[in-house]
């Protein structure tokens, strides 16, 4: 349905072109007429947060494993083949606690939680960093499809079971030295005694435990009852690295139905295809300085 033709890409900045400007109170008055609204959120949101994975915050939190491997950023060092698990959790339990059990730096996501508060909304995410429940978001609302930092799984797996880790990475965090966690805390499968890993979609060994399932069937039956309404979707900070998840169906989803809206704002991705140019609205810009525009006189 669509090609590389066929799209639109914005490039103004906001605070220097008045159509764009023009664009944020158009935004405002789709979120206040919409019947429903389905967020949809990807890296570029938690990044506008300030959730970033290289610069300061890496080199703030990981000095000793930048100086031992020249890692660049938080996200490749991940990948890293560590010689033990005591190293490998080392890593991964800071990595987990500043991600996840540790507040996002700028308040993006209660900004937008504040705009969408009193609709009736639901998120469909591929971050898995929990910012969204932390901001006030019904989790009954919330679908994350890529996994979550804060949950464990068999590595194998040899079940479809995940596990609350929270406990034990923050005693990791807190007994950890010379770039290694007391062997005591390497967390085992209970079933088969395989070493357990992160809940993260990262190739076919991932778990879609029951909550996932139910978040999933949560989602599918709220598209399927507003399918006809005036909804809108509003994605943020989505790029191009998994679009099948949110961009294309929600690209699919406006073109069927001549109600509803599609509205990204995405730091220098954002863009549409011209199918549904005029039911879109695009805002090349910093998600953050933008729901703060949308929040105000928002009580």
């Not at 000095?63 to 890593?91: N, Q, R, T, V």
């Not at 509205?263 to 729901?291: F, H, M, R, T």
Request: hydrophobic share 35%.
């Amino acid at each position: 349905m669509y090609s590389k033709k066929a799209t639109m890409k914005y490039t103004n900045s906001y605070w220097g072109n008045a159509k764009a400007r023009h664009s944020v109170e158009k935004v405002k008055e789709k979120i206040e007429s919409a019947d429903a609204i389905v967020i949809g959120a990807g890296a570029g949101l938690s990044t506008s947060a300030g959730f970033t994975y290289s610069g300061k915050r890496f080199e703030n939190n990981f000095p000793d494993f930048i100086e031992k491997y020249g890692f660049k950023d938080m996200y490749s060092a991940g990948f890293y083949p560590y010689k033990s698990l005591e190293e490998h959790w080392a890593y991964w339990s800071r990595y987990i606690f500043i991600n996840r059990y540790q507040n996002a730096p700028k308040s993006v996501y209660n900004d937008l939680y504040k705009l969408v508060r009193d609709k009736d909304y639901f998120v469909l995410t591929t971050n898995v960093d929990h910012c969204f429940q932390k901001a006030g978001f019904d989790k009954h609302r919330l679908f994350y499809t890529q996994g979550d930092y804060g949950l464990w799984q068999c590595s194998k797996p040899c079940h479809n079971k995940t596990y609350n880790n929270e406990t034990i990475i923050r005693k990791m965090v807190a007994e950890q030295e010379n770039m290694r966690i007391p062997s005591e805390l390497i967390p085992y499968c209970p079933i088969c005694g395989a070493p357990m890993s992160m809940n993260l979609r990262a190739d076919n060994t991932f778990v879609e435990d029951s909550g996932w399932h139910m978040a999933a069937e949560r989602y599918q039956n709220f598209i399927y009852q507003h399918r006809e309404l005036k909804i809108l979707y509003l994605e943020l900070g989505v790029g191009g690295n998994t679009p099948g998840i949110i961009k294309y169906p929600f690209w699919q989803m406006t073109y069927n139905n001549p109600s509803a809206a599609y509205v990204c704002i995405n730091l220098s991705e954002a863009y549409i295809p011209a199918e549904i140019k005029e039911q879109s609205i695009c805002i090349n810009d910093d998600i953050g300085d933008i729901l703060k525009q949308l929040a105000v006189n928002i009580s």
